[in-house]
């Protein structure tokens, strides 16, 4: 039996299913075509039948990477006790991953005492159907993942194929250009954005640094290429959300360095793939596939190179610096931007403070020592006062109690939404005076609004519980209450950020989620 009745369809479509060739869907993998098979299952299963049915799709994503907003959305809901059965198509639709799929499988749904159904695969949680057992699912999550990695090598073969034959193949064309109607694999001059990027190598072969060409494009109200792209193709997304767009030095330098602008298609300077690990791989220059007059230049080759030599960056000398291990930790954030913020003078400011003449990033500095003396004092007693309070009282039974108190009231409401329901019908049938049913159904309004009050009390308890007493929780508390002296890995280890806004303003943000419940402070 299911512990709720609630079926969670899993659909999943990736890029290697989508084109054929032709530049249409494989009709066996489509989202249409496992949409109907899983349907038909749950239809025809007496007991899938009568429960309701949710549906989680990711199209276009690959099956080696978890990471997927339709899946995490699915598990979260999982995690809440909102799903009894998760259904797929078959075991490649929930991952090409066998020890990923695997761990699901035998370990994750169980544990959260969730059925999982793989149509195709004839497998069954919930007494696993056919003799197949446990070896032979293995063996098939096996067979999915080296099928997975071979059809990763032949599109990626294919793809230098046509790169060495001066296809561009990016997802979407490079600021200044747009794709060609006729050709989506041939890029074409966008006239707007193309003036933008002139004015970059000009400037920069007349000698103005990457931070002045990055301010006068600010104070000229020039749209960031992110931003640009963003208005012409709404399927374009950039994963900087929440960080306010401004041109930048690195922006501005990544420009200057692309060999797109004098004409050229460059391929093959990265690879992430599952041969890589999913890890970013870059490449040596003799690696790269570079084809000559592919597509109008934008600038010349000489305007190119001037450019770059006076926009060459001063390289600092590391030498006898052990840079093994190193991980840079951001803490301090601008305010305004949400950029991370640098030290510079013995002061904290916003990296972006130079991008602008009139930006608000210029405000966001404090005096370092005066800085982390403030926070210092701030978390120090904020970290007391949360220890005390998830110690003061035994925080698994008064969770516990609330839970018990929002199921009761939750299971009240509907008993008096269905009265109500009962009482309409038999007033609408002449059952009962109109009078009679407004008196019965007034006092049940006024019953109703109780419980929502009740109820918010109660999530609102269980919100401000989450995560008190936790062990990670408190350790992270215990180590910045017992701070005498500035330390950025103990302060991160309770702290998402810290917001910098300037003359004396900042705002912490502790870690939310499982550990404090979140929230600014």
């Given at each position: 039996?299911?512990?709720?009745?609630?079926?969670?369809?899993?659909?999943?479509?990736?890029?290697?299913?989508?084109?054929?060739?032709?530049?249409?869907?494989q009709?066996?993998?489509?989202?249409?075509s496992q949409?109907?098979?899983?349907?038909?299952f749950i239809?025809?299963?007496?007991?899938?039948?009568r429960?309701?049915?949710?549906?989680?799709?990711?199209?276009?994503?690959?099956?080696?990477?978890?990471r997927?907003?339709?899946?995490?959305?699915?598990?979260e809901?999982?995690?809440?006790?909102?799903?009894?059965?998760?259904?797929?198509?078959?075991?490649?639709?929930?991952?090409?991953?066998?020890?990923?799929?695997?761990?699901?499988?035998?370990?994750?749904?169980?544990?959260?005492?969730?059925?999982?159904?793989s149509?195709?695969?004839?497998?069954?949680?919930?007494?696993?159907?056919?003799?197949?057992?446990?070896?032979?699912?293995?063996?098939?999550?096996?067979?999915?993942?080296?099928?997975?990695?071979?059809?990763?090598?032949?599109?990626?073969?294919?793809?230098?194929?046509?790169?060495?034959?001066?296809?561009?193949?990016?997802?979407?064309?490079?600021?200044?250009?747009e794709?060609?109607?006729?050709?989506?694999?041939r890029?074409v001059?966008?006239?707007?954005?193309?003036?933008?990027?002139?004015?970059?190598?000009?400037?920069?072969?007349?000698?103005?640094?990457?931070?002045?060409?990055?301010?006068?494009?600010?104070?000229?109200?020039?749209?960031?290429?992110v931003e640009?792209k963003?208005?012409?193709?709404?399927?374009y997304?950039?994963?900087?959300?929440?960080?306010?767009?401004?041109?930048?030095?690195?922006?501005?330098?990544?420009?200057l360095?692309?060999?797109?602008?004098?004409?050229k298609?460059?391929?093959?300077?990265?690879?992430?793939?599952?041969t890589?690990?999913?890890?970013?791989?870059?490449?040596?220059?003799?690696?790269?596939?570079?084809?000559?007059?592919?597509?109008?230049?934008?600038?010349?080759?000489?305007?190119?190179?001037l450019?770059n030599?006076?926009?060459?960056?001063?390289?600092?000398?590391?030498?006898?610096?052990?840079?093994?291990?190193?991980?840079?930790?951001?803490?301090?954030?601008?305010?305004?931007?949400?950029?991370?913020?640098?030290?510079?003078?013995?002061?904290?400011?916003?990296?972006?403070?130079?991008?602008?003449?009139?930006?608000?990033?210029?405000?966001?500095?404090?005096?370092?020592?005066?800085?982390?003396?403030?926070?210092?004092?701030?978390?120090?007693?904020?970290?007391e006062?949360m220890?005390?309070?998830?110690?003061?009282?035994?925080v698994?039974?008064?969770?516990?109690?609330?839970?018990r108190?929002l199921?009761?009231?939750?299971?009240?409401?509907?008993?008096?939404?269905?009265?109500?329901?009962?009482?309409?019908?038999k007033y609408?049938?002449?059952?009962?005076?109109?009078?009679?049913?407004?008196?019965?159904?007034?006092?049940?309004?006024?019953?109703?609004?109780?419980?929502?009050?009740?109820?918010?009390?109660?999530?609102?308890?269980?919100?401000?519980?989450?995560?008190?007493?936790?062990?990670?929780?408190?350790a992270?508390?215990?180590?910045?209450?017992?701070?005498?002296?500035?330390?950025?890995?103990?302060?991160?280890?309770?702290?998402?950020?810290?917001?910098?806004?300037?003359?004396?303003?900042?705002?912490?943000?502790?870690?939310?989620?499982?550990?404090?419940?979140?929230?600014?402070?």
């Amino acid at each position: 039996m299911m512990k709720v009745d609630v079926v969670a369809k899993y659909i999943r479509l990736s890029d290697e299913d989508v084109d054929t060739g032709r530049g249409v869907k494989q009709e066996s993998n489509s989202v249409v075509s496992q949409r109907r098979l899983l349907d038909g299952f749950i239809e025809g299963d007496a007991g899938l039948g009568r429960c309701r049915v949710l549906e989680f799709c990711d199209d276009g994503f690959s099956g080696t990477d978890f990471r997927r907003p339709g899946f995490e959305g699915m598990m979260e809901a999982v995690k809440r006790g909102e799903i009894g059965c998760v259904i797929v198509k078959d075991f490649s639709r929930l991952g090409r991953d066998y020890i990923e799929v695997g761990s699901y499988l035998e370990q994750i749904f169980p544990l959260m005492e969730v059925r999982c159904i793989s149509v195709n695969d004839h497998y069954d949680s919930e007494g696993v159907l056919g003799t197949d057992g446990g070896l032979n699912v293995a063996f098939k999550n096996l067979i999915n993942m080296l099928y997975s990695r071979d059809l990763s090598k032949k599109i990626r073969s294919a793809q230098m194929a046509r790169a060495r034959k001066g296809e561009y193949l990016g997802g979407f064309a490079r600021y200044g250009y747009e794709k060609s109607p006729e050709d989506k694999h041939r890029l074409v001059v966008d006239p707007e954005a193309a003036e933008v990027v002139r004015k970059i190598f000009t400037m920069a072969a007349d000698g103005v640094t990457v931070s002045g060409i990055a301010r006068y494009l600010n104070d000229n109200g020039v749209l960031t290429c992110v931003e640009y792209k963003q208005g012409k193709d709404s399927r374009y997304q950039h994963p900087g959300g929440g960080v306010k767009k401004l041109w930048g030095p690195q922006s501005v330098r990544s420009i200057l360095s692309d060999e797109t602008y004098i004409g050229k298609v460059v391929w093959n300077r990265s690879e992430k793939s599952i041969t890589t690990g999913k890890r970013m791989l870059w490449h040596d220059r003799s690696e790269w596939v570079v084809v000559d007059g592919q597509h109008e230049p934008l600038v010349s080759e000489e305007l190119f190179a001037l450019a770059n030599e006076r926009a060459k960056p001063k390289k600092r000398d590391r030498s006898g610096v052990d840079m093994s291990g190193f991980k840079r930790e951001v803490l301090f954030v601008c305010g305004y931007c949400g950029r991370s913020m640098v030290k510079k003078n013995h002061k904290y400011c916003c990296r972006y403070r130079t991008c602008g003449t009139d930006t608000e990033c210029r405000r966001a500095v404090e005096d370092m020592e005066k800085l982390e003396g403030s926070v210092m004092e701030y978390v120090r007693k904020t970290a007391e006062v949360m220890l005390g309070n998830s110690r003061r009282k035994d925080v698994e039974a008064e969770w516990e109690a609330l839970g018990r108190k929002l199921e009761s009231l939750r299971r009240e409401k509907e008993r008096i939404s269905a009265e109500k329901m009962f009482l309409y019908d038999k007033y609408r049938s002449g059952g009962m005076s109109r009078e009679q049913f407004v008196g019965r159904t007034g006092s049940m309004g006024v019953r109703v609004e109780e419980i929502g009050k009740e109820m918010g009390e109660a999530e609102d308890g269980i919100e401000r519980l989450k995560g008190c007493g936790s062990q990670e929780g408190e350790a992270a508390l215990e180590g910045i209450a017992a701070l005498r002296e500035f330390d950025k890995g103990v302060l991160r280890k309770g702290i998402e950020r810290i917001r910098v806004f300037g003359e004396g303003r900042i705002e912490v943000v502790w870690k939310g989620g499982d550990m404090f419940g979140g929230g600014d402070s």
